[in-house]
């Protein structure tokens, strides 16, 4: 069965730390993708990242960047000099199309409260 | 170009009374899901429709739930009649294409059960 574990339930960082968001994921198959969103105070689920399990390079966009282990099962998220505009919840999920007969639909963790203090 | 929208933003409601929440996707997305996320767990999967038909409905928990989508366009979940249980965030999100795409989620609709 598929799961994402996020185990890290809040985190608390002073503005400008750097700070890391794990996330182990489960799945039985080779073809899978991987998400991470981002749910400010408004509430809505905003976008931030999809990964293709073929696809384990890093990635970098501004001051987010993303580690993508296979062999660990891990897809962490790292802030670099957090800002106070960071605090939300961070969701990471799985999507497994093929197991799932197309369905896409996403696996989630549970969330990673941050709260990036000034 | 709007995104998903959600009405209403929150309801309260008591128990055993019925309850029709609302989501619009964006223009053009065959692709619609619900999902819900009750409180301090994961968000979870509910269903999901393709353009009218319902594609896969395993997360629907029981009977009181139904969804619609009719025409293909904005869908409806009813919860009737509501249980304490079902308190929690709803979100809908729409995706463009069959596989492997972004799901663009709405802001999500708070239920509470009283």
């Known amino acids: 069965a598929q799961k994402v574990t996020q185990a890290q339930t809040e985190i608390s960082v002073v503005e400008k730390e750097d700070v890391t968001l794990d996330c182990v994921y489960e799945?039985?198959?080779?073809?899978?993708?991987l998400f991470w969103y981002k749910q400010p105070p408004s509430g809505e689920l905003v976008f931030l990242i999809r990964?293709?399990?073929?696809?384990?390079q890093n990635e970098i966009s501004g001051r987010y960047s993303w580690n993508f282990q296979k062999s660990t099962s891990s897809f962490n998220f790292t802030i670099t000099a957090s800002q106070v505009v960071d605090s939300a919840v961070y969701f990471c999920?799985?999507?497994?199309?093929?197991?799932?007969?197309?369905?896409?639909?996403?696996?989630f963790g549970k969330g990673t409260k941050l709260t990036v203090n000034p | 170009e709007a995104g998903v929208t959600q009405f209403p933003s929150h309801s309260v409601i008591e128990k055993g009374q019925t309850v029709t929440l609302r989501c619009d996707p964006i223009?053009?997305?065959?692709?619609l899901y619900w999902y819900r996320r009750v409180m301090g767990k994961e968000i979870k999967f509910l269903l999901h429709?393709?353009?009218?038909?319902?594609?896969?409905e395993s997360g629907m928990p029981n009977n009181r739930f139904l969804a619609e989508r009719t025409g293909g366009t904005y869908s409806t979940l009813k919860v009737q009649p509501a249980e304490l249980e079902d308190s929690g965030v709803y979100f809908c999100a729409s995706s463009q294409a069959w596989a492997s795409n972004e799901q663009f989620f709405g802001p999500g609709t708070r239920l509470t059960v009283l």
């Open positions: 799945t039985r198959d080779t073809t899978y993708y």
């Open positions: 223009s053009g997305h065959d692709n």
């Open positions: 429709f393709v353009k009218e038909s319902k594609q896969d």
């Open positions: 990964r293709n399990s073929f696809d384990e």
């Open positions: 999920a799985l999507s497994d199309p093929l197991l799932q007969g197309g369905s896409e639909k996403l696996v």
